[in-house]
C-alpha cells in the first residue's frame, strides 16, 4: 500500500506554481533579449542605407513621388523599429508571489499549520501568475511587432535598391 504524505496536494501544487512563475520569468527574458537583438541589427539597416547610397541618386522627374514614398516608409519602418525595439528591452517587472517583507511575511506564515502555509502559498504563486499574463501577452505582442516591421523595413530597402537603376537620371 503506497503511504500518503501529508500535504502531498499542495506541495506538488505548489512545485507546479513555482514553476510556470519560472518559466514565465524566463518569457519575458527571452522576449526582452529579442528586443535587444533587434535593435542591435537595425544598425545593420542604416548600413544598407548607406550601401546602396539611397540619398545620392539623381532621380527621374516621373518617379520623384515614387521615390520619396519609398524613403518615407523607410523611415517610418525604421522609426517603428526603434520604437518597438527600446519598448521591448525597458524594464517591465513581472509581480512575484511573496512579497518579501517582514510584515508580510508574519501576516501570511506566523503561528499557520503546514497546510495552511502551502494553500497560502499556492494561492499567492496563482495569483501572481494570472497578473502576469497580461504583462507577458504585452510582451509577445510588442515581439511579433518587431518582427513585422524588421521584415517590411529590409522588404522596403531591398525594393529600392532593387527599383533604383529604373529610376536613376
Known amino acids: 500500500m503506497i503511504e500518503k504524505t501529508p500535504n502531498y496536494d499542495f506541495t506538488v501544487m505548489l512545485e507546479e506554481a513555482q514553476d510556470k512563475l519560472k518559466r514565465q520569468f524566463a518569457s519575458m527574458n527571452t522576449m526582452r533579449e529579442h528586443g535587444k537583438v533587434i535593435l542591435g541589427s537595425s544598425s545593420i539597416i542604416v548600413s544598407l ?15 520623384i513621388s515614387l521615390y520619396f514614398i519609398l524613403i518615407g516608409l523607410m523611415a ?3 522609426f517603428l523599429l526603434i520604437y518597438f525595439s527600446i519598448t521591448a528591452t525597458l524594464p517591465n517587472s513581472l509581480k512575484h508571489a511573496i512579497l518579501p517583507t517582514w510584515e508580510y511575511y508574519t501576516e501570511i506564515f506566523k503561528d499557520q499549520s503546514d497546510r495552511a502555509i502551502l494553500e497560502n502559498r499556492v494561492y499567492l504563486y496563482l495569483n501572481a501568475i494570472k497578473e502576469n499574463e497580461s504583462k507577458l501577452e504585452n510582451q509577445y505582442e510588442i515581439s511579433k511587432n518587431l518582427n513585422r516591421y524588421m521584415i517590411l523595413l529590409v ?15
Open 76 to 78: 517610418f519602418f525604421y
Open 49 to 63: 542605407f548607406a550601401l546602396f547610397k539611397i540619398s545620392t541618386y539623381q532621380i527621374k522627374t516621373d518617379f
Open 155 to 169: 522588404a522596403t530597402v531591398l525594393l529600392v535598391a532593387f527599383l533604383m537603376p529604373f529610376m536613376q537620371a
